[in-house]
């Protein structure tokens, strides 16, 4: 089978997980923080609310499904009270998302979507029940070329909408619909979501980045997949890993991106929640047109799989999934609908090739 095949051409080994350490407080960073709590607390507003009161916190946002947990701004004379609390697991500062650059695709004839049973690019290609939600910078939801069905917003910003741009690109690359509109998507027609993370400058709290991972955790409509073309800068986040790794786990399969410093992409954040492993992550780095892995793109054990990217290496871009690790999985699933078989099954035995080989297999 077609899609079988390539899959299996280009999904590396999973590697050895990702060994984490406790983490320490960034001496560095501002007052805001995650607080994440044990499994064993049932009612994690119940317990933020406590400390509002009686460790002077302003609570922000709260986890109760990716995590539990909730967000806050913690005078540093309070912070030991804090991480004394017997429900606190570990506490980190809260840090700056970003939003990952893409390219126009020029990959819809590599990961063959024209030849799959989508179909795309004749005219009348679509993906139906299949959910895919968009943890970016929201997706413009007048656009007569996307299929957007909901859109939520997670930045204190009072616009529900893209105002930048970032967000629309990405669900374009993902399901833009089969017509004369535009482009088409590798599975157009998708159902999106926006899950508005990012503002209009393509920046955002990381706390609202785990928001909308809980956000989707406890509202996804299965079978769904989320993409994230964002990353957490040099500063990995063991609260972002963890909720995304939840997340998965509850159903939800993940494409992120594997980062853009030429760099192990274990020491990135969400890059290294997949660790190599088959956990429903996916983390997907860059080729070129020639087949080759971009310098700057991120590699090492924690990358699953390469994506197209730019035509050309001399051109300034940032190793985002474009999603297709995303639009690979929906359309495996496309086709397991129709077969009543399992995508991930599919997934599970890929062939073993060398992880650190700069040119994709």
Known sequence: MLLASMMMTTLLAAGSALTQTQPTVDEAAADDYVVVLNDNVDNPSQVAGGMEQQQNVDVGFVYSNALEGFSATIPDQ?????????????????????????????GIARVDADESSTKSGDGAGTVLNVNAYIIDSGIDVAH?????????????????????????????TVAAEDNSIDVVGVAPGVSLTGVKVLGCNGVGALSGVIKGVDWVTANAKKPAIANMSLGSGPNPSRALDDAVRNSADSGVFYSVVAGNKGEDACLHSPARAGAGTNNGIMTTAGTNEANQEMPISNYGSCVDIWHPGPRSSRRSW????????????????????????????????????????????
């Open 78 to 106: 309070n912070l030991a009270a804090v991480l004394a609390k017997p429900q606190v697991d570990y506490v980190e500062r809260d840090m700056t998302a970003y939003a990952e650059d893409q390219e126009l695709p020029w």
């Open 144 to 172: 007569a070329d996307l299929n957007v069905v909901n859109h939520i917003n997670f930045v204190d910003d009072g616009q529900n909408k893209d105002c930048d741009g970032h967000g629309t690109h990405v669900a374009g």
């Open 318 to 361: 940032e190793a985002a999934p474009l999603p297709w690790a995303a639009l690979l999985w929906r359309l495996l699933m496309s086709e397991a609908a129709q077969r009543s078989t399992s995508p991930r099954t599919r997934l599970r035995a890929p062939r073993k090739s060398k992880r650190h080989s700069r040119t994709p297999r």
